[in-house]
T-cell receptor, first 112, second 115 residues
Framework: QKEVEQDPGPLSVPEGAIVSLNCTYS??????FMWYRQYSRKGPELLMY????GNKEDGRFTAQVDKSSKYISLFIRDSQPSDSATYLC????????????FGTGTRLTIIP | DAGVIQSPRHEVTEMGQEVTLRCKPI?????LFWYRQTMMRGLELLIY????????DSGMPEDRFSAKMPNASFSTLKIQPSEPRDSAVYFC?????????????FGSGTRLTVV
């Protein structure tokens, strides 16, 4: 079993819809949770991160963590065609360890 | 800063040939990571360095893979001999200590095809 599981999609939604992207994990040692966005033929770029259970907002993006269920989500409100990309979750244990474990990514397309 | 620079962007080689991928990290970043991305397995960490010293190479698939970081501004990933199953996009990333705030900065990747 992989440490981090992510539905690969693809996911297509109309412009303006709310998008929900999710990951589950098995390693209880993970302390922080990150979301990266990857455009086609580019490297991933950091979108946002959070440490603890609960929600964190950044503009149209909300990251949610439920440590008891080992489940994290990224919500995108008022989705735009420019949000079309692959979204990867990533996690680290934070014990002086700079290594991240990534999910496989979900390919998202926003239809104008 | 120009970001993390990888070369070449694309590489097509025949099975059995040696392949060398190159990476220039962001100046001042003391961590460097090599990842491999495929559709089936996603992003897999191959090896990472701290201050030019290899810290964790447990992700290197086998002895055919080797990585070096002779100085703070340059790293190579070598595959010898290459096999078709090595076909993937190879990313280099750099960071400063302080995850998750610092994050990783990824290069644009090298798309390797072994025929």
């Amino acid at each position: 079993q992989k440490e981090v599981e992510q539905d690969p999609g693809p996911l297509s939604v109309p412009e303006g819809a709310i998008v929900s992207l999710n990951c589950t994990y098995s390693n209880s040692a993970f302390q922080y949770f990150m979301w990266y966005r990857q455009y086609s033929r580019k490297g991933p770029e950091l979108l946002m991160y959070t440490y603890s259970s609960g929600n964190k907002e950044d503009g149209r993006f909300t990251a949610q963590v439920d440590k008891s269920s080992k489940y994290i989500s990224l919500f995108i409100r008022d989705s735009q065609p420019s949000d079309s990309a692959t979204y990867l979750c990533a996690m680290g244990d934070g014990f002086g360890n700079e290594k991240l474990t990534f999910g496989t990514g979900t390919r998202l397309t926003i239809i104008p | 800063d120009a970001g993390v620079i990888q070369s070449p962007r694309h590489e097509v080689t025949e099975m059995g040939q040696e392949v060398t991928l190159r990476c220039k990290p962001i100046s001042g970043h003391d961590y460097l990571f090599w990842y491999r991305q495929t559709m089936m397995r996603g992003l897999e960490l191959l090896i990472y360095f701290n201050n030019n010293v290899p810290i964790d190479d447990s992700g290197m698939p086998e002895d055919r893979f080797s990585a070096k970081m002779p100085n703070a501004s340059f790293s190579t990933l070598k595959i010898q001999p290459s096999e078709p199953r090595d076909s993937a996009v190879y990313f280099c990333a750099s960071s400063v200590q302080g995850l998750p705030r610092s994050g990783y900065t990824f290069g644009s990747g090298t798309r390797l095809t072994v025929v």
